[in-house]
């Protein structure tokens, strides 16, 4: 079984201010892992994702986030945060061999300006 | 591509009465889809994974008697809740897997029930 930690629960941060969101995984076995982004009231997109191959994995709006296996971490980061980010954020694992998504908490990013 | 929607986005029903909504693939097949629900301020909570053409698996602590999931196509799958209460009050969301990796969500359903 997997499972995800995300360590804040809320993140407030300034307009043009870096942001970083953590998230630790547990599992027995290879995985997969993704990071989704909530807007109020919709549903889920995804933000980035690793599967395999280079440890680092970006998105087309500024966002990377880092495997790393030994920390069994993959943070999220972006170096300028826009008001338009301000969202919930859900980091999820799945295996290979099942393709159930076990989410995290999330973390709600709060962005002023 | 590789849109998903859900129908109705909001619903509102009075206790007892069953609520069926709509998960649909609209540009690729989905030979297996998931429904998840969401609590206010908290995380998706799997709640049973439906396959085309067979019945659906529940995740532990589900009452399949009450979540009433079919998969009649590879682009439709519904759920239904049967004699809602206001505890069964959520955000139900759809995800179509569209890839060996791929979940592709719906907007969700906002179900109030008075």
């Known amino acids: 079984a997997q499972s995800v930690t995300q360590l804040d629960s809320q993140v407030p941060v300034f307009e043009e201010a870096p942001v970083e969101l953590r998230c630790n995984y547990s599992?027995?076995?290879?995985?997969?892992l993704f990071w989704y982004v909530q807007y109020p009231n919709q549903g889920l997109q995804l933000l980035l994702k690793y599967l395999s191959g280079s440890t680092l994995v970006e998105s087309i709006n500024g966002f990377e986030a880092e495997f790393n296996k030994s920390q069994t971490s993959f943070h999220l980061r972006k170096p300028s945060v826009h008001i338009s980010d301000t969202a919930e954020y859900f980091c999820a694992v799945s295996s290979p061999n099942d393709y159930k998504l076990s989410f995290g908490a999330g973390t709600t990013v709060t962005v002023r300006a | 591509g590789a849109v998903v929607s859900q129908h109705p986005s909001r619903v509102i029903c009075k206790s007892g009465t069953s609520v069926k909504i709509e998960c649909r693939s609209l540009?690729?097949?989905?030979?297996?889809m998931f429904w998840y629900r969401q609590f206010p301020k908290q995380s998706l909570m799997l709640m049973a994974t439906s396959n085309e053409g067979s019945k659906a698996t529940y995740e532990q602590g589900v009452e399949k008697d009450k979540f009433l999931i079919n998969h009649a196509s590879l682009t439709l799958s519904t759920l239904t809740v049967t004699s809602a209460h206001p505890e069964d009050s959520s955000f139900y969301i759809c995800?179509?897997?569209?890839?060996?990796?791929?979940?592709?969500f719906g907007p969700g359903t906002r179900l109030t029930v008075t």
């Open positions: 995800s179509a897997r569209g890839g060996p990796s791929e979940q592709y």
């Open positions: 599992s027995s076995v290879s995985v997969y």
């Open positions: 540009d690729f097949q989905a030979t297996t």
